[in-house]
């Protein structure tokens, strides 16, 4: 026999050595499946982990943002600017906001824009008056959890009209039936009601008292001159125009300054910490 022979014949395997070779073969494949598969499982709880890590603490941001509305009023089920006033309001810690606004040199136009601002965003589960679309969408009820509004322009809402002299009854009906004037009395008028006689709120003058009465319309009677009132109910063409021209100036300056207010998403004219 050959050199080359006797080493082929020493390499020749027995059946049972090549059963036993082709299991450690299969054993060492399904080892390294296993592994894979361990690796994948390892993989998804770290992905799980994290992933429930993240859901509660988003969870625990959308509670806390919870907790916060819910410590807001409730939504009278009626026309936010319709209707008797709502008594809840804290009209007295507002006069005190007045009082700050002009202890810090403000004017009676911020103090508007903050009012319209704390009674729009602040105060109650849904904002009484959101826009979109070019319209002023009010609040007008609820339908199970969720708010009902009706859109409108923002002339109907302010009564905010171009011409300057009313010639016709149709002229003068947007400024006289304007949704705002409601707002003056049922909020404005009652926080102004709250400091009204006192000494300091008559100091202030006519740069603080013209811009409030004339922003509570027909309930502010502010007298313009001697028998001239301004009255924005006034039905007379020829007084609705005389009130209205001496207080253009004044009424723009107000439903720019409550316009700003209810467009704010932060509060305006913080008062800087000491």
Known sequence: ???????????????????ILESIGKLRTEVRGLAGELKKLQDRKKYHAEYYQKR??????TKKKKEVVDTRLPNADRHCLEGRRDQRLPFAEWAQMLKQFADRGLSAYNFLT?????WNHNTFRHAPI??????????IGMSGDKPLRHKYSERDVTGRVR??????????????????????????MQVVSEVADE????????AW??????????F?????????????????????????????????????????GLSCLEEPFIAPKL
């Open 1 to 19: 026999m050959s050199a080359r022979a006797a080493v082929l014949g020493e390499l020749e395997l027995t059946g049972g050595e090549r059963l």
């Open 56 to 61: 509660k603490a988003t969870n625990a941001k």
């Open 114 to 118: 903050w009012l319209s601002w704390t």
């Open 130 to 139: 959101t826009k979109s679309g070019g319209y002023m969408n009010l609040f």
């Open 163 to 188: 011409i300057r002299t009313f010639k016709t009854p149709v002229q003068l009906d947007p400024f006289r039936e304007a949704k705002w004037w409601h707002w003056g009395y049922a909020v404005l």
């Open 199 to 206: 000494p300091w709120y008559e100091k202030l003058g006519d």
């Open 209 to 218: 008292h013209r811009p409030l009465k004339v922003m509570q319309g027909p």
């Open 220 to 260: 502010g009677c502010y007298q313009i001159r001697e028998g001239l009132v301004f009255d924005p109910s006034e039905t007379d063409l020829v007084l609705a125009t005389k009130g209205y021209q001496a207080m253009r100036p004044t009424l723009e300056c107000g439903w720019g300054a409550c316009l700003k």
